[in-house]
């Protein structure tokens, strides 16, 4: 059995898929509300950012993997029209129920999939765009979850990543603190989970740099690759052009 980090555990693999799975089942009814906490608010900017920088046209087609809530696919959807289209899809059930319903009640009916992204369910070169907001970092085989992306994307699409990544070194010590003390007690208190909001700060430790993600994507097919570093390096959005 191949081995692979959970936080700062190496596990086997099948159990990392059932161990995350239960994060995510322990915080999706909290998860908007936690996600306003922890990052002061700043999430939604992050997000915003990644749409623009999208910029995805009406008519277009757009797969959204790990959607969860569904913030990026909700704009996506504004933006394609009726002659578009916006898949969201989720590998967490809970997560992907708490997204469709969050789109019903704001009046997006959208194609909804309960799909691993290691291996995406949908035709080769049938989307225009692509994208993935903090969830890269959850996946057991990062390079199989992005080499199907570029499968599912046309020529000339293009992929973006948004996620946790390596801050800049003056912030590393204040990051950290925050990270291991006051997130977990966050977590406590809103969602009565510490453990679970402790793994999400191991992960983002474990996930590859800047750097190392870019190379990642440019070796499973992306010929180009900008790096948008945000709020210090905090998070950073890979956009990458399927060649």
């Known amino acids: 059995m191949s081995r692979t980090h959970f936080g700062f555990e190496t596990v086997d693999e099948a159990q990392k898929v059932d161990r995350v799975r239960g994060v995510f089942n322990a915080v999706a009814s909290k998860y908007d509300v ?25 008519g277009q087609r757009v797969l959204d993997v790990a959607a969860g809530t569904g ?8 933006q394609v029209g009726a002659s578009g289209l916006v898949v969201h899809t989720d590998i967490n059930e809970a997560m992907l129920r708490a997204g469709r319903d969050r789109l019903t009640d704001e009046g997006l009916l959208l194609p909804t999939a309960l799909c691993d992204a290691e291996g ?19 996946m057991t085989h990062k390079e199989r979850a992005l080499a199907e992306m570029a499968r599912v994307l046309k020529p000339g ?84 052009l399927r060649v």
């Not at 913030?71 to 504004?78: K, Q």
């Not at 369910?121 to 225009?128: L, S, T």
């Open 34 to 58: 936690m996600n306003d906490l922890t990052s002061l608010g700043l999430h939604r900017f992050w997000k915003a950012y990644t749409v623009a920088v999208a910029n995805v046209r009406e």
């Open 157 to 240: 699409g293009r992929l973006l990543v948004l996620e946790f990544s390596k801050v800049a070194k003056p912030l590393e010590k204040a990051y950290d603190w925050y990270s291991f003390n006051v997130l977990p007690r966050l977590g406590q208190w809103v969602a009565g989970d510490a453990q679970s909001y402790r793994y999400l700060a191991e992960s983002i430790r474990m996930h590859p740099d800047q750097a190392a993600l870019k190379e990642m994507m440019k070796t499973v097919g992306f010929g180009h690759v900008d790096i948008h570093n945000l709020s210090g390096g905090v998070v950073a959005l890979h956009v990458g």
């Open 120 to 138: 995406l369910p949908f035709a080769d070169a049938g989307f225009d765009v692509v994208s993935v907001a903090f969830g890269l970092r959850n």
């Open 71 to 78: 913030d990026l696919a909700r704009a996506f959807a504004r």
